[in-house]
Nanobody, 117 residues
Framework: QVQVVESGGGLVQPGGSLRLSCSAS????????MGWYRQAPGKQRESVAT???????DYVDSVRGRFTISMDNSGDTAYLQMTGLKPEDTAVYYC???????????WGQGTQVTVSS
């Protein structure tokens, strides 16, 4: 059974930093890409950042230059380094995983990030 587990959320002051981690396990297939979505109260879920196993990254405009997504050498763990956090970054952050040969992304349960003074 495939599992996607996020960690690293919490409460941080504006201008602060957090690092989210995402670990995927339970599949015999290799990972094509990993990413992070977020959903703020009353808003639609949006894609924040993605990274492929080849190292290609993409970001939503609102976080470009402040957030960095990466994947470790094992190919089953991704990170989202968030700096210069703003109150509007407050949301539940979800990790998503795309396996080769799969027709859908696998979602984690989410981790809360709150940016407030």
């Amino acid at each position: 059974q495939v599992q996607v587990v996020e960690s690293g959320g919490g409460l941080v002051q504006p201008g602060g930093s957090l690092r989210l981690s995402c670990s995927a396990s339970g599949s015999t297939s290799s990972i094509n890409a990993m990413g992070w979505y977020r959903q703020a109260p009353g808003k639609q879920r949006e894609s924040v950042a993605t990274v492929t196993d080849g190292g290609k990254t993409d970001y939503v405009d609102s976080v470009r230059g402040r957030f960095t997504i990466s994947m470790d050498n094992s190919g089953d763990t991704a990170y989202l380094q968030m700096t210069g956090l703003k109150p509007e970054d407050t949301a539940v952050y979800y990790c998503v995983v795309d396996y080769y040969g799969s027709d859908r992304w696998i979602w984690g349960q989410g981790t809360q990030v709150t940016v407030s003074s």
